[in-house]
């Protein structure tokens, strides 16, 4: 486990270079939170969207940024999310967190990349065939494993432009929404009373908007690479959170302003939306391209930004003993998870190939993919805010640079609920009200159990478990 003794400078425990500096762990946090793909699924939901995610942002998306804030800053270990498990509950469970962190990345990554070239169609090439967007998946996959492997310092740069474009497109949604309802009006009603929560089949989204919601821990992954994380890493969880929710909201509503709720498409919608706010000028249209094109850019960057995090916690896990030593290997000059990189790109190319069969279209395989790697990513965080618990208890005297405020009593409520939402949110994954598909749900299921006992036997295969 690497401390923080070294100097600023210094390499850390490992050989690890300090190269992230607080910018650069805002602009991390912002391109892995930000997520510009699910941003239709979200007002998919309607104008009632809006409450749901001041709801979450207040009761989930604010304790967990707290929580995290302590955690990060006080064991800035390498392999974050796994080495927090592993220091509470042991090897085991931590082995278990770190393949269900990893695997996750590696499930949901051909969601991103079908999503993208869907996008890439509906700019450039209409009607491109479904094999056609599959092949293109497959070469970002492996795109994104060689941004793996090179130097932090040099890909950490991918992430950070990712969140500037990010920032833009969301900006102009919001902006242009307020623009266009100002000369055509709304295409959705934005009143308190259409605001308001409804119970049934919109909730099949609203699991959406706390997944959206994640990634306060991503970059403590790299946390032996951080110049300064104890000041750094409360700071820019901060800065970000704030920055996200007002984004999130922002992009929303403009969604709503110029799509009627039953024409958002979940890969389409970004570009429909840009195209009903810019107009059919000339101009309108050739910003529509600038700004679709920084949307793909966005995909990318945003699976660089995770499996960064990923790949570091499984090859933290595997050189620990707690997962195989195929995810071991570092490249021996840039200390960059290298194995662990290749292994998720061919995991992914594999599930790309599988869907491929077995979707009819690019809207199905983007929702199949994402539900079922929702329901794996999301299983992690429970033992991250019981770890958090633990570790409050079994080493309380260790020093906090900071602190969630409120002592132990407000620990264990803020802990509780953001356990709750994760829970709800893992459960309408699965089921959905008022058009519950049987099949849907068990071959959900069917894969989560899977993707649990092939990590109970990997877990087994491990040097010291």
């Keep these: 486990m690497s401390e923080t003794s070294a100097?600023?400078?210094?390499?850390?425990?490992?050989?690890?270079?300090?190269?992230?500096?607080?910018?650069?762990?805002?602009?991390?946090?912002?391109?892995?939170?930000?997520?510009?793909?699910?941003?239709?699924?979200?007002?998919?939901?309607?104008?009632?969207?809006?409450?749901?995610?001041?709801?979450?942002m207040i009761l989930f998306f604010i304790p967990y940024g707290l929580i995290t804030a302590e955690?990060?800053?006080?064991?800035?270990?390498?392999?974050?999310?796994?080495?927090?498990?592993?220091?509470?509950?042991?090897?085991?469970?931590?082995?278990?967190?770190?393949?269900?962190?990893?695997?996750?990345?590696?499930?949901?990554?051909?969601?991103v990349f079908i999503?993208?070239?869907?996008?890439?169609?509906?700019?450039?090439?209409?009607?491109?065939?479904?094999?056609?967007?599959?092949?293109?998946?497959v070469v970002l996959t492996w795109l994104?494993?060689?941004?793996?492997?090179?130097?932090?310092?040099?890909?950490?740069?991918?992430?950070?432009?990712?969140?500037?474009?990010?920032?833009?497109i969301m900006l102009t949604i919001g902006?242009?929404?307020?623009?266009?309802?100002?000369?055509?009006?709304?295409?959705?009603?934005?009143?308190?009373?259409?605001?308001?929560?409804s119970w049934g089949a919109t909730l099949a989204f609203l699991p959406v908007i706390v997944y959206n919601f994640m990634g306060f821990e991503l970059m403590s992954g790299a946390g032996a690479e951080m110049k300064n994380p104890a000041r750094d890493v409360p700071l820019a969880i901060v800065v970000s959170g704030v920055l996200i929710a007002a984004f999130y909201l922002l992009g929303t509503i403009g969604i709503l302003i110029a799509l009627p709720m039953d024409e958002i498409n979940l890969v389409e919608g970004i570009i429909d939306t840009l195209r009903q706010l810019l107009g059919d000028s000339g101009a309108g249209q050739a910003a529509v391209y600038v700004l679709g094109i920084m949307a793909l850019y966005t995909f990318v960057a945003n699976m660089v930004t995770w499996t960064l995090g990923a790949n570091r916690s499984a090859a933290e896990a595997a050189n620990e003993g707690a997962l195989p030593t195929m995810f071991e290997k570092l490249h021996p000059v840039h200390k960059t998870p290298a194995s662990a990189a290749i292994v998720t790109?061919?995991?992914?190319?594999?599930?790309?190939?599988?869907?491929?069969?077995?979707?009819?279209?690019?809207?199905?395989?983007?929702w199949t993919l994402f539900a079922f790697s929702s329901v794996v990513f999301l299983l992690p965080y429970l033992l991250m805010f019981a770890a958090f618990l633990r570790l409050r208890t079994i080493d309380a005297d260790r020093p906090r640079a900071y602190r969630v405020p409120g002592g132990n009593s407000t620990a264990w409520v803020l802990s509780l609920v953001c356990m709750a939402f994760i829970v709800q949110a893992i459960v309408f994954f699965i089921y959905i009200p008022g058009e519950f598909d049987w099949n849907y749900a068990l071959s959900i299921v069917a894969g989560v159990v899977a993707t649990?006992?092939?990590?109970e036997v990997l877990i087994r295969m491990g040097k010291k478990v």
């Design 175 to 197: 902006i242009g929404g307020f623009v266009y309802a100002s000369q055509h009006g709304v295409a959705n009603e934005l009143t308190l009373e259409s605001m308001a929560p």
């Design 144 to 168: 994104v494993a060689w941004i793996n492997i090179i130097a932090l310092d040099v890909g950490k740069w991918v992430p950070n432009v990712g969140a500037v474009f990010k920032v833009a």
């Design 71 to 111: 955690l990060g800053s006080t064991y800035p270990d390498q392999g974050g999310i796994y080495a927090w498990v592993r220091r509470a509950f042991g090897p085991k469970w931590g082995g278990r967190t770190a393949w269900l962190w990893w695997i996750n990345v590696a499930l949901w990554q051909p969601s």
């Design 115 to 137: 999503l993208f070239a869907g996008i890439f169609a509906t700019l450039f090439i209409p009607g491109l065939p479904l094999w056609w967007q599959i092949g293109i998946a």
């Design 452 to 455: 649990l006992i092939v990590g």
């Design 7 to 56: 100097g600023p400078d210094a390499n850390g425990a490992g050989g690890f270079k300090k190269v992230l500096r607080g910018l650069d762990m805002t602009l991390f946090t912002v391109c892995a939170i930000l997520v510009i793909d699910q941003l239709a699924a979200s007002a998919a939901i309607g104008a009632q969207s809006v409450f749901w995610w001041i709801f979450t």
């Design 345 to 366: 790109a061919v995991v992914t190319t594999v599930v790309i190939v599988i869907y491929g069969f077995m979707a009819a279209d690019a809207e199905d395989l983007f």
